[in-house]
């Protein structure tokens, strides 16, 4: 269901609005100025964050995320924080691929398009040595970290397309590139994620022929995140190597001002590389 609080509430099967009523209501004049754009796991830190960048960017941003409360607590911040910006939450479940194509055909008969797809959903599960790899974790991790990329990316390819400047932001781990013993779940989880992304990408190359790909898909590349609740309970914690989920926001709004064939199929990392 939408959680958004300044329209009305809309069942997932659809909207019956004309798609062009809300498409420049983002108030904002930023570089992102029209562009309509999905976070899916958009109640995190690094949610929030990137909700709050786009909308100051100028993106009317729909939001998805598993936790109906969290999501519509992240929404109003973003829209408080930059007064006209259209932001919206939808709980849609990921792991179901006829809802996330549900949910990329309603946001483009709202909003006449979509720019974009930011896919945030995380998750870690970890051991202490390889052997102690519990199984169940690997089961877990597939579902939010692979299955999730799939479904979103699945659904939204021709959108992207259609779009002329669409982009699918990945963010991954520089673990995928050197797995540890302790967190081989994990780490080949997010490989798997980077190269179905890579994979989006090569189908967006493809169909772009001589003239270069339409859309992009890219992964940006971190060591790990932090924010600012992680640091007041951590005080004496020096988070070395970690991305500040602001820092991550706005490389994420940052893709798009970059020529699609410059970020297609690419590891984009802000972190050094192991």
């Known amino acids: 269901m939408r959680t958004d609080r300044n329209t009305r509430p809309t069942a997932v099967q659809g909207q019956d609005e004309e798609a062009t009523e809300m498409v420049t209501s983002t108030g904002g004049k930023g570089p992102l100025d029209g562009a309509v754009i999905a976070v899916a796991g958009a109640a995190g830190p690094a949610g929030r964050a990137t909700l709050l960048r786009l909308a100051e960017a100028g993106a009317t941003v729909v939001g998805s995320d598993a936790n109906p409360e969290r999501l519509a607590e992240a929404v109003d911040a973003a829209r408080y924080a930059?007064?006209?910006?259209?932001?919206?939450?939808?709980?849609?479940?990921?792991?179901?691929?006829?809802?996330?194509?549900?949910?990329?055909?309603?946001?483009?008969?709202?909003?006449?398009?979509?720019?974009g797809v930011v896919h945030l959903v995380g998750g870690w599960r970890g051991c202490s040595t390889f052997t102690e790899t519990d199984l169940a974790d690997w089961d877990t991790l597939h579902k939010l970290l692979v299955r999730t990329v799939q479904h979103t990316s699945l659904a939204f390819y021709d959108a992207l397309e259609r779009s002329g400047n669409g982009r699918y932001v990945l963010i991954s781990a520089a673990g995928a590139s050197k797995p540890t013993a302790g967190n081989a779940a994990y780490?080949?989880?997010?490989?798997?994620?980077?190269?179905?992304?890579?994979?989006?990408?090569?189908?967006?190359?493809?169909?772009?022929?001589?003239?270069?790909?339409?859309?992009?898909?890219?992964?940006?590349?971190?060591?790990?995140?932090?924010?600012?609740?992680?640091?007041?309970?951590?005080?004496?914690?020096?988070?070395?190597?970690?991305?500040?989920?602001?820092?991550?926001?706005?490389?994420?709004?940052?893709?798009?001002?970059?020529?699609?064939?410059?970020?297609?199929?690419?590891?984009?990392?802000?972190?050094?590389?192991?």
């Open 187 to 274: 780490a080949a989880s997010k490989a798997a994620a980077e190269a179905w992304t890579l994979a989006m990408g090569d189908g967006f190359r493809k169909s772009g022929g001589e003239e270069g790909p339409r859309a992009a898909a890219a992964i940006l590349v971190v060591k790990a995140l932090v924010n600012d609740q992680m640091r007041a309970e951590r005080p004496n914690a020096k988070f070395a190597g970690f991305t500040d989920v602001t820092e991550l926001a706005e490389a994420i709004a940052g893709v798009w001002n970059r020529p699609a064939q410059e970020v297609n199929g690419q590891r984009l990392w802000l972190t050094p590389k192991p």
């Open 82 to 115: 930059h007064g006209g910006a259209t932001v919206i939450g939808d709980t849609v479940d990921l792991l179901d691929l006829d809802q996330t194509r549900e949910w990329a055909a309603r946001t483009e008969k709202e909003f006449g398009r979509v720019d």
